[in-house]
Nanobody, 120 residues
Framework: QVQLVESGGGLVQPGGSLRLSCAASGSGFSINAMGWYRQAPGKERELVAAITRIGITTYADSVKGRFTISRDNAKNTVYLQMNTLIPEDTAVYYC??????????????WGQGIQVTVSS
């Protein structure tokens, strides 16, 4: 079993930055791919960014050029640096981990979710 603990969310003004962290602990489940989904009120949960153990990344078109995902394999931790934040980024962000990008949501582990609010 793998546990995922998120940190780093909060309230920020448009144009500001936040960095989310997600630390994995435990064993018995693959964390080859780690990443972040987000869900805004009334919207479907969407993939924001993900990264594999060897550094292959994927990003939603809406965050390309603004967000950067990275990970520290020694610490089993994934980071999401969010720059130039806009109100549309407001959502609950969920850390996830699994064998691959395409299987994280269906068979992977999930964090509890962390609120990011971008507002003046």
């Amino acid at each position: 079993q793998v546990q995922l603990v998120e940190s780093g969310g909060g309230l920020v003004q448009p144009g500001g930055s936040l960095r989310l962290s997600c630390a994995a602990s435990g064993s018995g489940f693959s964390i080859n791919a780690m990443g972040w989904y987000r869900q805004a009120p009334g919207k479907e949960r969407e993939l924001v960014a993900a990264i594999t153990r060897i550094g292959i990344t994927t990003y939603a078109d809406s965050v390309k050029g603004r967000f950067t995902i990275s990970r520290d394999n020694a610490k089993n931790t994934v980071y999401l640096q969010m720059n130039t934040l806009i109100p549309e980024d407001t959502a609950v962000y969920y850390c996830t981990a699994g064998p691959s990008f395409t299987t994280m949501r269906s068979v992977g582990s999930w964090g509890q979710g962390i609120q990011v609010t971008v507002s003046s």
